[in-house]
């Protein structure tokens, strides 16, 4: 399953600013519902599973996020991809007593529970190289997002 093919151009957000994690849920939500991908439930349910089941991921030298929610809330499959211009606080997926500053975060609408474990899966593979962290956290066009989740579709090809 090419994990490029989830990456839509209309919610790649470069380099924007969000004061706190809800307005950045807030801009995600507005754009994905304007274009049909999610219902009208998903905002109140990404940042409730948010709150309970927190997504930071502290990488050692940078920290990442990947919310996600309930595949009901979920008409169209997507990867939305934000860096920010500022950090927004994220608390960690491991230990939800501490928070990390997160400028890259990877928004999963999945409405397909056995292809979900599979796209984690790639996207921590993504994450994991700082060089794709880096690529992404200082792109300034849609292509180079897209050339790093392609070079993760060419790697995965032999399997």
Not at 87 to 97: A, E, I
Not at 103 to 107: G, H, R, T
């Given at each position: 399953?090419?994990?490029?093919?989830?990456?839509?151009?209309?919610?790649?957000?470069?380099?924007?600013e969000c004061?706190?994690?809800?307005?950045?849920?807030?801009?995600?939500?507005?754009?994905?519902?304007k274009?049909?991908?999610v219902?009208?439930?998903?905002?109140?349910?990404?940042?409730?599973?948010?709150?309970?089941?927190?997504?930071?991921?502290?990488?050692?030298?940078?920290n990442?996020?990947?919310?996600h929610?309930?595949p009901?809330?979920?008409?169209?499959?997507f990867i939305?991809v934000?860096?920010l211009e500022k950090?927004?606080?994220?608390?960690?997926?491991?230990?939800?007593?501490k928070e990390?500053?997160v400028?890259?975060?990877?928004?999963l609408?999945?409405?397909?529970?056995?292809?979900?474990?599979?796209?984690?899966q790639?996207?921590?593979e993504?994450?994991?190289?700082?060089?794709n962290y880096k690529?992404?956290?200082?792109?300034?066009?849609?292509?180079?997002?897209?050339?790093?989740?392609k070079?993760?579709?060419?790697?995965?090809?032999g399997?």
């Open positions: 399953m090419p994990l490029e093919q989830f990456v839509r151009d209309d919610l790649i957000k470069l380099h924007i004061e706190n994690q809800d307005q950045l849920f807030d801009v995600m939500y507005q754009e994905a519902f274009l049909g991908y219902s009208d439930s998903f905002l109140g349910k990404i940042k409730e599973r948010e709150a309970s089941f927190p997504t930071g991921l502290n990488m050692d030298h940078y990442v996020a990947i919310p929610t309930d009901e809330c979920v008409f169209e499959q939305g934000v860096t950090p927004v606080r994220f608390r960690l997926m491991d230990d939800n007593t990390v500053d400028y890259v975060v990877l928004m609408g999945l409405n397909q529970p056995h292809s979900q474990l599979k796209v984690l790639q996207l921590m993504v994450i994991q190289d700082e060089r690529q992404i956290s200082q792109a300034q066009t849609n292509e180079e997002i897209h050339s790093v989740f070079k993760i579709n060419l790697n995965a090809k399997e």
